[in-house]
C-alpha cells in the first residue's frame, strides 16, 4: 500500500553508467534545510528529488569505463509509485554550526495534490508534531470521506477543523506538519482498478491464444498431413502420368460419374473408409484387384455395369467368394513353399542320378522282390512317394524318362523359386507403400 520503487542512476559525463540501483521506498523525505528562513514549498522540494544533480571538481565520480574521476550526473525516477505517498517533512536535522540535533519549525507549504510521472494524488491526511526534538505532541489531520471535511485527532478527541485547509487559499500553510499522506485520487484508483481489469482480461485473452495456438497447431498437423497425401498423390502422378491423365480425361469427359463418386463418399463417409481400411489390412489383395483391372479393363467395365444393373445378386456373390477365397498373398505363399520342397525332392534327384539308376535297375532284375518292397511301403506309408515306386515297378524305362524331364523341369521350378524369394520383399515393399498411401486417403477422406 505503501511501497514504491525508486530508480536512481548516476553515469559519467561521456554517458558510461557508473551505478544503477532500483530501491524500494516507503516515504520520500523531504529535506527542509536549504529553505529554512523561507517558506518551504513542498511541491518544489518534491520536484528537487527528481532533479539531476551534477558532480564535478572534488566531488567528481570514478568511471570504471573511463578508469578515471569524471564529471558525472546522477538522476532519481519513480518507477512505481504507491496507492498511498507519503512524504516525511525532515524537521528534524543536525545542525553542523551547533553540533546538536535540532528542530526546524520552518513553514511549509502543503500542496492538495502532488503528481508523479504514473499518478494523481490528493492529500487526506497530515500528521502534525508540536514540541521540541526532547519533547513533543503528535496530532493529526484527517479529510473525511463522509463530508470531505477536515478534523482534528488529538488523542481521544476528534473535533472538526475551525479553519478548513484549501478553502480559501490553494495550498494549507503549516509548521507542524511533519508527515504527509497523499492517496491516488479517485481517477487513479479507478485507473489502477482498470490496469486490473485490463491485466486479468489481457491474461485471459493469452489463455485463449495458447488454447487456440493448440487447435491451431492441430489443424496445421491436419494441413501437413493432407499436403503429404497430395505430395503423394502428385509423385503418383509424375510417376505413372498416363495413367493420371487417364483419371483426368474420365473425369472431364464423365464428371457426373465423378461428382456421384464423391457424393458417396460424402454421404456415406463410413462405407468409404471401410473400403479404404480394407486396402491397407489386404493391400496385396487390392493390388491384384488393380492389376487384374490394367490387364483386363473390358471385362472389369463389364462387372461394374453388373454391378450398377444388378447390385444386389454382386453383394451376394461377394459375400460368398469373400467365404471361399483366399488371399493371393496366401496362395503365392503356399506355391513358394510347395515349390521350395518339390524343388528339394528333384535336386535330391539330379544330385544322385546314379543311385536312381541303380534303384531304378534293381527294380528291372527283381521286379517281384521290389514290388513286394513297394507293397510294404504302401501299406506303412501310403503317400505320393510310394505311388511312385509303384509306377517305377511297372514301367522303368518311362520313369527314367521321367527323371530325366524331372531334372530339365527342375531348372524351371528352381526359377519359380528363385522369382518367388524375389518377388516377396517386394511385394512387402510395395505393400508398405500401399499401406501408406492408403492411410494418407483415409486421413484425407476424414
Ligand atoms: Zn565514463
Redesign the pocket.
Known amino acids: 500500500m505503501f511501497e514504491g520503487q525508486l530508480s536512481e542512476t548516476t553515469k ?5 553508467s ?1 551505478n544503477e540501483e532500483m530501491n524500494p521506498f516507503w516515504m520520500i523525505p523531504l529535506s527542509l534545510r536549504d529553505n529554512c528562513d523561507a517558506t518551504y514549498s513542498v511541491e518544489k522540494g518534491f520536484e528537487r528529488v527528481f532533479n539531476k544533480k551534477t558532480f564535478s571538481g572534488d566531488n567528481s565520480v570514478f ?4 578508469e578515471t574521476k ?1 564529471e558525472a550526473t546522477s538522476g532519481c525516477t519513480m518507477e512505481t509509485s504507491p496507492p498511498i505517498l507519503t512524504l516525511l517533512l525532515k524537521r528534524f536535522d543536525f545542525d553542523y554550526t551547533t553540533m546538536s540535533h535540532v528542530k526546524s519549525d520552518c513553514c511549509v507549504e502543503v500542496p492538495p495534490t502532488i503528481n508523479t510521472p504514473q499518478k494523481k494524488y490528493e492529500l487526506y491526511a497530515m500528521v502534525n508534531h508540536m514540541g521540541s526534538i526532547s519533547g513533543g505532541h503528535y496530532t493529526a489531520t484527517v479529510l473525511s470521506r463522509e463530508d470531505r471535511a477536515w478534523y482534528e485527532c488529538d488523542d481521544a478527541h476528534v473535533t472538526k477543523a475551525e479553519e478548513q485547509p484549501f478553502t480559501k487559499t490553494s495550498t494549507h500553510r503549516s509548521r507542524t506538519a511533519y508527515l504527509l499522506m497523499y492517496r491516488a485520487s479517485e481517477s487513479d484508483r479507478d485507473n489502477l482498478k482498470d490496469t486490473f481489469e485490463d491485466q486479468e482480461r489481457r491474461r485471459d485473452e493469452a489463455k485463449e491464444t495458447c488454447n487456440g495456438s493448440k487447435s491451431h497447431i492441430n489443424k496445421l498437423k491436419d494441413m501437413l498431413k493432407s499436403l503429404k497425401s497430395r505430395t503423394n498423390k502428385v509423385k503418383n502422378t509424375v510417376e505413372d502420368p498416363d495413367s493420371h491423365r487417364d483419371k483426368m480425361k474420365d473425369m472431364v469427359e464423365d464428371p457426373d460419374s465423378h461428382r456421384d463418386k464423391m457424393k458417396d463418399t460424402l454421404e456415406d463417409p463410413k462405407s468409404h473408409k471401410d473400403k479404404v481400411k480394407h486396402m491397407v489390412e489386404d493391400p496385396d489383395s487390392h493390388r491384384d484387384k488393380m492389376k487384374d483391372i490394367v490387364e483386363d479393363p473390358e471385362s472389369h467395365r463389364d462387372e461394374v455395369e453388373e454391378t450398377v444393373e444388378d447390385p444386389e445378386r454382386c453383394r451376394d456373390e461377394a459375400k460368398e467368394t469373400s467365404k471361399v477365397s483366399k488371399s493371393p498373398k496366401h496362395k503365392f505363399q503356399d506355391m513358394f513353399k510347395f515349390s521350395k520342397s518339390h524343388r528339394m525332392k528333384v535336386k535330391d534327384t539330379v544330385e544322385d542320378t546314379d543311385s536312381h539308376r541303380d534303384k531304378v535297375k534293381d527294380t528291372i532284375e527283381d521286379p517281384e522282390r521290389r514290388k513286394d518292397e513297394a507293397k510294404e511301403t504302401q501299406s506303412k506309408a501310403p503317400d505320393s512317394h510310394s505311388q511312385e515306386r509303384k509306377d517305377t515297378v511297372k514301367d522303368p524305362d518311362r520313369r527314367t524318362d521321367e527323371v530325366k524331364e524331372h531334372r530339365a523341369g527342375s531348372n524351371e521350378h528352381k526359377g519359380v523359386g528363385e522369382d518367388a524369394d524375389k518377388e516377396i520383399p517386394e511385394s512387402l515393399n510395395s505393400s508398405a507403400d500401399n499401406c501408406r498411401h492408403a492411410e494418407e486417403l483415409c486421413v484425407t477422406s476424414l
Open positions: 559519467c559525463s561521456k554517458g558510461h557508473i568511471c570504471p569505463d573511463c569524471m
